[in-house]
């Protein structure tokens, strides 16, 4: 959820245990080359048009890219982390694009990837 509105990129302390927590309960059985890379990650929690996301910031889009790919082990996390019971479970795979400045994003909703200004708990219509 890297913005201005959020703490600098130095204390990500509360995405980074977010982060450990789910990789050690969710993904302890899992193939260790997914744990590896989840482990490069910062996992958050954040609204996209009132609607509950769970966000995977990516270090670079290989490694989204290839999240993108998988998924399924995702399923559910926002339903389990946030008591949703509407049945949906969106996330995003995001990674930094520096040379465009954006942050480009897998939406498991559309199986679509997106550009988005932001990363933010709350976006805006026109990001979309």
């Keep these: 959820m890297s913005n201005p509105q959020t703490p600098s990129n130095q204390d990500r302390s509360l995405e980074k245990a977010l982060t ?16 590896a890379i989840l482990r490069m990650c910062i996992f958050s929690l954040g ?7 769970f966000i995977v910031e990516c270090p670079n889009q290989a490694v989204a ?21 509407d049945d949906r479970d969106r996330s995003l795979f995001c990674y930094k694009d520096e040379r465009k ?19 933010q708990s709350s976006t805006s219509p026109k990001d979309w």
Excluded: A, H
């Excluded at 450990?20 to 744990?35: P, V």
């Excluded at 609204?47 to 996301?53: A, L």
């Excluded at 290839?66 to 082990?73: E, H, V």
């Design 101 to 119: 400045g954006t942050w480009q994003c897998f939406d498991t909703s559309t199986n679509t990837w997106k550009s988005l200004s932001y990363l």
């Design 47 to 53: 609204k996209i048009n009132g609607e509950s996301v």
């Design 65 to 85: 890219k290839r999240l993108s790919r998988k998924t399924y082990p995702f399923r559910g996390m926002v339903y389990f982390l946030t008591d949703n019971f």
């Design 20 to 35: 450990n927590k789910i990789i050690d309960d969710y993904f302890d059985n899992s193939e260790s080359w997914l744990r």
